[in-house]
């Protein structure tokens, strides 16, 4: 199975500040890999698909980049609302396997 | 509007069963795979099983494989998690979650989530 991690595991930022979190996979996933924002108590919500595809709907200020094992979602200004914990996950093969999460607090 | 409606968890006892179902709405439900995805109490996110648009193929994480049957009545618009010989470490938040479309597998549309608990 492909296993993914991410770095950091926990960021604290302020509002404004532009965040990067970055994802790695075991072996080469191409452009399948996915990124989700999830708040407590709710449901994930994909931001960022094939890598680099932003999700209708989803604010410009997300954007993604890489392929093959390095990957990186960044936010180019923190916004209040995105204080939350972020997921990368891959789709190249199954198991479809998630990262363990980036949690981005205040600081 | 898409909607994931999941229904079924609940308390079992280790070695019980417990079947999760997944309502759909708002799309043609026999044109997308369907996903169960799982989150631990405060842990992260967990793929446990996937199914394509007529069944043909079915995946399962090595965690639940053996134990759990995944499938689905595209005439009711539904998908079932059948899940046997549950375990401690099952418990968790379930969600039902939707393919992008037939050429992406992240997954755009997600159920609020169900609460299975195994516990004595």
């Known amino acids: 199975d492909i296993q993914m991690t991410q770095s950091p595991s926990t960021l604290s930022a302020s509002v404004g500040d532009r965040v990067t979190i970055t994802c790695r996979a075991s072996?080469?996933?191409?452009?399948?890999l996915a990124w989700y924002q999830q708040k407590p108590g709710e449901a994930p919500k994909l931001l960022i698909y094939?890598?680099?595809s932003l999700e209708s709907g989803v604010p410009s200020r997300f954007s993604g980049s890489g392929s093959g094992t390095e990957f990186t979602l960044t936010i180019s200004s923190l916004q209040p609302d995105d204080f939350a914990t972020y997921y990368c996950?891959?789709?190249?093969?199954?198991?479809?396997?998630f990262g363990p999460g980036t949690k981005v607090d205040i600081k | 509007e898409v909607q994931l409606v999941e229904s079924g968890g609940g308390l079992v006892k280790p070695g019980g069963s417990l079947r999760l179902s997944c309502a759909a709405s708002?799309?043609?439900?026999?044109?997308?795979?369907m996903n169960w995805v799982r989150q631990a109490p405060g842990k992260g996110l967990e793929w446990v099983s996937s199914?394509?648009?007529?069944?043909?193929?079915?995946f399962y994480a090595d965690s639940v494989k053996g134990r759990f049957t995944l499938s689905r009545d595209n005439a009711k618009n539904s998908l079932y998690l059948q899940m046997n010989s549950l375990r401690a470490e099952d418990t968790a938040v379930y969600y039902c979650?939707?393919?992008?479309?037939?050429?992406?597998?992240?997954?755009?549309?997600w159920g609020q989530g169900t609460l299975v608990t195994v516990s004595s």
């Open positions: 199914i394509s648009s007529r069944s043909s193929y079915i």
């Open positions: 708002g799309f043609t439900f026999s044109s997308y795979s």
């Open positions: 979650a939707r393919d992008r479309d037939y050429y992406d597998s992240s997954y755009n549309d």
């Open positions: 996950q891959q789709y190249n093969s199954y198991s479809f396997t």
């Open positions: 094939k890598a680099s």
């Open positions: 072996q080469s996933i191409s452009n399948y």
